[in-house]
């Protein structure tokens, strides 16, 4: 932590369940700021409570929501003491669309709040919530069931959160909160919102900590726009690289590939930082900072401090499933593991990177084309004035009824489903088998190496020991709220 109590690191937030509360307990309890990926949330609640809530966690959370109906019928409906019998696919959620009825929007409250209130549990630690700009429609009531777990910090990026900083502050009082919905094809001068208003689902008159809200950007063009125009306050910066593990924004003008068919990034790519510090906000970098050096090179550059993520990923307490980190760790051990930057996996359009490891299998295998989970849909206005959602990675004939193009299909991946394979959730096939996992990391994975140091496990407080080695800063152990 800096002088003026704001974190030298950020362990970045990962989703699908990647950085649950688990991992952003571990590293808020040591001092720096741990954050849950918000993405997804609702679903990840409700399979956990089919697989049997075991430990109980989940349902020791849901105790504390003040809502109590709504945890009394997330139990009832999705509760199974025993855990789901083998080969019995989970139960789905209905998906996103603009409007959604009362209890499906609970049900993100609700996933929001549990993960939060469990990072936050027992000890006085700051913990942030991570969500995607881009996956619109869950995003006000994510943000106020992790408001009424009192999330310290919203951190987001995959796009333009403009808006975000007003909806905090509404939130906040309990009031109505509005963000634009990006419709294609929606005619000019007719937006198109999306409301949540809080008094449908909580009677709350004291108001919520509004949390500190710090933009995830790639160039400072947008860190300027957002520092000047957001309707509200922003409080920090996260900069982040094209090497940083997950989704990378695409890079300027025409795409160029390389001979393996990914993304060329060059100079014009890399952010301004004297432009960035003279916003006057605090700041920090991202993408292949995760090493001590890297850390006070950050700090010399003007920057409070780095998040992190890919190092934290392999962290026993993260979410990824035990084998696939101790497969990933034992190649890395071996010099057998590379990324790929997929500039067409992703149905979000944006660049997306792939671990490539012999324990995890060929990325290229066949998929199923589907979309059941569907949080990276998008909207669109059809001629005849419906709007209609689509993925890309859905079956082409879906998507083509939807009004998209087949050339957008092409080597699409349902990420939604391939993400919760890897956190050891994913769907049961009607083959029998499962879906199989996509691993996202950045292109530093294998610096991490100096983290395993050759073993095949560690904790998220080794990788804290390792950045903060030399700083001057020691990983502490935060007391409970209120202990003497
Ligand atoms: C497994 C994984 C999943 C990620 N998911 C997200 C995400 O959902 N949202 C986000 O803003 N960043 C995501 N990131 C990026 C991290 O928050 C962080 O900025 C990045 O990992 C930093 O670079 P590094 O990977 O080189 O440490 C993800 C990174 C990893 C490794």
Request: aromatic share 6%.
């Amino acid at each position: 932590m800096t002088a003026i109590g704001y974190p030298l690191i950020i362990q970045g937030g990962m989703g699908i369940a990647v950085s649950n509360w688990r991992l952003a307990r571990a590293v808020s309890t040591a001092g720096e700021l741990g954050v849950v990926s918000g993405t997804a949330l609702d679903t990840v609640l409700i399979r956990r409570l089919q697989d049997g809530d075991v430990g109980g966690a989940v349902r020791r959370a849901l105790e504390h929501l003040p809502l109590p109906d709504v945890a009394a019928e997330l139990l009832r409906k999705y509760f199974r003491p025993e855990g789901r019998g083998p080969d019995e696919p989970y139960r789905l959620l209905p998906m996103y669309r603009r409007a959604v009825g009362s209890f499906r929007e609970q049900i993100t409250i609700a996933a929001n709040f549990v993960e939060v209130f469990l990072a936050k549990e027992g000890h006085g630690g700051r913990v942030g919530i991570n969500l995607l700009t881009k996956v619109q429609m869950p995003n006000l009531a994510s943000l106020y069931g992790a408001m009424l777990a009192r999330v310290d910090v919203v951190l987001m990026g995959a796009g333009i959160p403009r808006e975000i900083p007003g909806a905090l502050d509404a939130l906040s009082r309990h009031e109505e909160a509005t963000l634009r919905l990006d419709v294609e094809d929606q005619p000019a001068g007719e937006p198109v919102t999306l409301r949540f208003a809080p008094t449908e689902h909580h009677a709350g008159s004291e108001p919520l900590h509004r949390p500190d809200f710090y933009a995830i950007v790639s160039a400072h063009s947008l860190a300027t726009t957002l520092a000047r125009k957001a309707n509200g306050r922003v409080d920090g910066f996260v900069v982040e690289g094209a090497t940083a593990g997950g989704h990378n924004a695409p890079p300027r003008g025409a795409l160029r590939l390389n001979d393996r068919g990914e993304p060329i990034y060059g100079e014009r790519d890399l952010a301004d930082l004297d432009a960035i510090r003279e916003l006057g906000v605090p700041f920090w970098l991202a993408g292949g900072f995760g090493s001590p050096a890297a850390l006070a090179d950050a700090r010399r550059l003007g920057a409070a401090g780095i998040q992190v993520g890919t190092a934290f990923a392999y962290a026993d307490e993260s979410g990824f499933a035990p084998g696939i980190k101790r497969g990933v760790l034992r190649d890395l051990a071996a010099g057998r593991v590379g990324i790929f930057t997929d500039p067409r996996a992703s149905p979000t359009g944006f660049p997306f990177k792939i671990v490539e490891a012999p324990s995890l299998g060929s990325h290229a295998a066949e998929r199923s084309r589907r979309c059941d989970l569907g949080y990276l849909r998008s909207a669109a206005r059809r001629p005849d004035g419906r709007l209609v959602y689509r993925c890309a990675a859905a079956p082409e004939s879906e998507f083509l009824a939807a009004g998209g193009e087949l050339e957008e299909t092409v080597g699409r991946k349902c990420l939604c489903n391939g993400l919760f394979s890897a956190v050891g959730m994913g769907q049961a096939l009607e083959d029998g088998g499962t879906e199989p996992a996509l691993v996202t990391s950045g292109d530093g994975i294998r610096e991490i190496a100096a983290v395993a140091r050759g073993r095949e496990s560690y904790a998220a407080r080794d990788v804290l020991e390792y950045l903060l080695a030399g700083s001057g800063d020691p990983v502490r152990s935060v007391e409970p709220a209120g202990a003497a």
